[in-house]
């Protein structure tokens, strides 16, 4: 409700008439346009079908988190319909851009930034687009941001805006436990935890588990195991890695490293880059488990999901 001044038996009339808002002019136009977000946030989040966020970090670095991050979420875009986001929150080293050989205009600072400027429309201006459909917002190489210059509540503001208006969310988020990683990993349905198989990778595995559950307070349910790089002739397999970790949902993708090599530095997704090789079908797999709606045609289950069922 605009009203010319700040009468206050109109304002209530107009409240009892279920006005969500009153303004006496001049209005500001920013608080105005803030108002109107809010109205759209809450109409979308009660009336239709909220995405998913899936959340991918490291349990120690080096482990792939970044890859996989990226080839889920380009794998998901090409064999779905769904609407695909790919968020890069490594705000110091982030690489996805990189990976999928696009170059961002705008940055995720600056959509944190502007948050209460941004609609549904506009966060749509914010990202680079692949070829694939995939939508990526992310850092830019020549910027340096430290994790305390982020607003948080801007930041959940953000998060609200990207699960009210795509179908998945992936990040790329890096390991380390901080009000930022904190605020996405609450926010997050699915967490996955990429390892390899060592003692010291199960280790920091562990330990991460355990923060998860004591300080941030995420459910079982939530966590998710992925073995990248696995090699079945190694000592640890996935049964004993799966049982000291205790998580029910486990996952494996298997090693080609000629394979990722050379789709990295061409920034080219391994599915575009050899759709038929074991670890494009094992990225395949791991998106239709993580609830992704598979068309028909890339239903074929691979040689690692096989050997995962008999261990």
Known sequence: MIAADNN????????????????????????????????????????????ILTTVINAKGGSGGSFVACNLAHTASVVSDSSIVLMDFDLQFGSQSLNLDLRP???????????????????????????????????????????GEIDLENLDHLLTLMISNYDRIFVDLPRQIDPVSATILERSDQIIIVIQQSLAHMRDAQRLIRILKSELNISDKNISILINRFDPKSNLQP????????????????????????????????LEYARHSAIAKAIVDLAEDLHVKIKEEYKEKSFIKKLLNLT
């Open 239 to 270: 049964k004993d890695i799966q049982a000291t970790l205790s998580c029910a949902s486990f996952y494996l993708i298997p090693n080609d490293y000629e394979t990722v090599s050379h789709s990295t530095n061409l920034g080219t997704p391994v």
């Open 8 to 51: 206050s038996q109109l304002m209530r009339l107009a409240m009892q008439a279920g006005a969500r808002d009153f303004f006496a002019e001049p209005v500001d136009r920013q608080e105005l346009h803030k108002a109107l977000n809010q109205v759209i946030f809450d109409l979308r989040r009660g009336h239709s079908q909220q995405g």
């Open 105 to 147: 205009r705008h940055t995720i600072v600056e959509a944190i930034n502007d948050i209460h400027k941004l609609d549904f429309d506009a966060i749509d201006g914010y990202m680079v687009q692949h070829k694939s459909g995939l939508r990526l917002l992310s850092t830019m190489h020549e910027q340096l941001v430290l994790p």
